[in-house]
C-alpha cells in the first residue's frame, strides 16, 4: 500500500503533464445569465450528461444548483447514480431510452426520473412496481420531428391518458426536442413548436392536468421566450458557448474549459528536417521545436496537425507535424528563451488571445459538443479558484 506521502506525489504528477481547468464561477455566472432570459415560472434544467460535457459532472452540478438551476438532466443511469453517490439531492431526469426492469429498479433505487418514449416501456415500468405502494414520476417525450426518442406527437393524447391511468406510474412531465433550434430559418422550430402546441391541446381536452412542459434546449432557450414553458433545458450555454454564431447577442457567456500541457522538451532542428510521423512537415529553415506533453489519447484531434495554434506567454505559436498520441510539437523559434515546464494553452486565454472549442471545430467541420466531450479522463480537472489539487471523475 502506498504511503500517504507517495499517494499526493503521485496525485500531483498528474497535473504535471497536461490538465483541463474549469471555471467554476464562469459556469454560475452563465447560469446566472440564462435565467435572466427566463420568466419567474420557468425553472432551469442543467444538462450534465457526459460529464459535465467533459467539465466533471459532480463539481458542475453543485454549481449550478448553487447558482440557481433546480433540476439535472443526464443521459445514462450510472451518469445520475455517479451524482447522488456526490450527495446531490435534486430531481435527475435521465433523458435517454430505457426499458428493462432492472434498469427501472436501479431508478428507482437512486431517485431518477425515467423519460417515457413508447406505450410497451410504460406498461414494463408500471408492472415492474406492481410490489410497491408508490409511484414513480416519469416524463413522457413526444417527438415533433428530431425523428430520435419519443412517441409520434400525433399519438401524444392517447400516449398521456395511458401513462395517466396506469398504477405505480406519476406524470411529471411532457417534453419534446428540437432538431434546428440553432439555425437562422425557423421554418421547422416553428413547426415543431405548432405540433407540441397541438398535442399538449390534445392532452388538455382529454381532461387529464397538465404536468410540466418543456421544449426549449440552448439555442431555444437563447432565441424565442415563447418556447420556454415552464423549463428550459440547457446543456452547452451553462459552460459558456454559443449554439451558433448569430445567437452571440443574446447575452454574455464565459467559456469555462482550458486545456493545458507543459513543454517537456526543446531541441533546435535544420532546414530540411522532417516532424512526426509521415514526416508531414518538413522544416523550411533552421528553427527551434518544443515537445509538450499532450495528444490524441487525451482528445487533442489528430485532424487538427499542423493546422492549429496554441498560446505561449500570450503569443499565438504554430503547432507543427502530426499530432501523436501522446505528445504535439510546436515552432518556439520566436521564443528563444522557452524553459522546460513552462506552460502552453491549447485551448482558453492567454494575455489578450484566446482560442476557443469553436475555433477546433471550424478547422474540423464539426461542432463544439464534441470537442468539449472529447477530452479524456486521463487529463485531470482542475477547479480554478481552489486549491491546484487534481479532481478527476470516472469514465463511464
Known amino acids: 500500500m502506498l504511503s500517504w506521502e507517495e499517494s499526493q506525489s503521485i496525485s500531483s504528477m498528474r497535473c ?46 453543485q454549481t449550478v444548483l448553487q447558482a440557481g438551476a433546480k433540476w439535472l438532466g443526464v443521459a445514462t443511469i450510472p451518469e445520475g447514480i455517479e451524482l447522488r453517490e456526490a450527495g446531490i439531492t435534486a430531481p435527475v431526469q435521465v433523458l435517454g431510452a430505457t426499458y428493462t426492469p432492472d434498469q427501472l429498479r436501479a431508478m428507482v433505487r437512486w431517485r431518477l426520473e425515467p423519460t417515457l418514449c413508447t406505450p410497451k416501456q410504460a406498461f414494463v415500468f408500471s408492472e415492474t412496481l406492481s410490489d410497491h405502494a408508490y409511484s414513480v414520476p416519469v416524463h413522457v417525450k413526444i417527438d415533433t420531428g428530431m425523428s430520435r ?25 411532457i417534453y419534446s426536442h428540437l432538431a434546428t433550434a440553432d439555425s437562422e430559418d ?46 428550459v433545458r440547457v446543456g452547452l450555454g451553462i459552460y459558456g458557448l454559443y449554439p451558433a454564431p448569430h445567437l452571440r447577442s443574446r447575452l454574455k457567456l464565459q467559456p469555462a474549459l482550458q486545456v493545458k500541457a507543459r513543454v517537456t522538451h526543446i531541441k533546435a532542428i535544420s532546414a530540411g528536417t522532417g ?12 528553427m527551434r521545436i518544443a515537445v509538450v506533453g499532450i495528444g490524441y489519447a487525451d482528445g487533442v484531434p489528430r485532424n487538427l496537425s499542423n493546422q492549429m495554434q496554441v498560446l505561449i506567454r500570450g503569443q499565438q ?39 476557443t472549442a469553436d475555433d477546433w471545430a471550424d478547422k474540423l467541420g464539426t461542432i463544439s459538443w464534441e470537442i468539449l466531450c472529447g477530452f479524456k479522463h486521463r487529463l485531470p480537472r482542475i477547479a480554478v479558484g481552489q486549491t491546484l489539487e487534481c479532481w478527476e471523475q470516472a469514465a463511464t
Not at 405540433?195 to 399538449?200: P, V, W
Not at 509521415?278 to 529553415?285: N, P
Not at 510539437?329 to 491549447?346: K, Q
Open 16 to 61: 504535471d503533464r497536461a490538465w483541463v481547468e474549469v471555471d467554476v464561477g464562469a459556469i454560475a455566472q452563465n447560469v446566472r445569465e440564462i435565467q435572466h432570459l427566463l420568466s419567474p415560472k420557468t425553472d432551469l434544467m442543467a444538462v450534465i450528461k457526459a460529464d459535465a460535457y467533459g467539465h466533471g459532472a459532480v463539481t458542475v452540478a
Open 149 to 173: 426518442l419519443g412517441a409520434p406527437w400525433q399519438e401524444a393524447a392517447e400516449f398521456v391518458q395511458l401513462v395517466d391511468r396506469l398504477p405505480h406510474l406519476e406524470l411529471s412531465s
Open 186 to 231: 425557423p421554418t421547422v422550430m416553428q413547426l415543431q413548436h405548432q405540433r407540441f402546441q397541438t398535442a399538449i391541446q390534445q392532452v388538455q381536452e382529454t381532461g387529464i392536468a397538465l404536468p410540466r412542459l418543456h421544449f426549449a434546449n440552448s439555442a431555444a432557450t437563447l432565441s424565442d421566450r415563447q418556447l420556454h414553458y415552464d423549463m
Open 275 to 286: 516532424v512526426s510521423y509521415g514526416h508531414r512537415y518538413i522544416a523550411d529553415r533552421d
Open 317 to 355: 505559436v504554430r503547432q507543427i507535424g502530426s499530432i501523436t498520441m501522446d505528445q504535439t510539437m510546436l515552432d518556439v523559434s520566436n521564443i528563444p528563451d522557452l524553459e522546460l515546464g513552462e506552460v502552453v494553452t491549447l485551448l482558453g486565454q492567454d494575455g489578450n488571445n484566446s482560442i
